[in-house]
């Protein structure tokens, strides 16, 4: 039968493996790539999105990225209650 924790184990797991995983394509792609490499990145605070990028066009699409995350989590949020 399985715990609580077997599952938190399970899960921690899986979200440290994403991280490394997306931490050696970053890496792979500036050592391919070190002139043309353009990053940009979405952080969430709730419903609110913090964009950040390298160039206008990664920061846009992190922008559109973010508000439509946005826009679903508000949209789920109504649904629930």
């Known amino acids: 039968m399985r715990t609580s924790q077997d ?3 399970v899960g ?16 792979l792609t500036i050592f ?6 353009q990053v940009g990145g979405l952080i969430m605070i709730g419903p609110i999105p ?10 846009t699409n992190m922008l559109g990225l973010g508000l ?6 508000l949209f789920l949020w109504k649904k629930k209650r």
Do not use: N
């Open 7 to 9: 599952f938190l184990r």
């Open 12 to 27: 921690a797991t899986v979200t440290f493996l994403g991280f490394i995983i997306l931490l050696l394509g970053i890496v």
């Open 32 to 37: 391919q790539h070190p002139a043309s490499s």
């Open 50 to 59: 913090i964009v950040f990028g390298s160039s206008p066009e990664i920061t």
């Open 68 to 73: 439509i995350v946005s826009i679903l989590y």
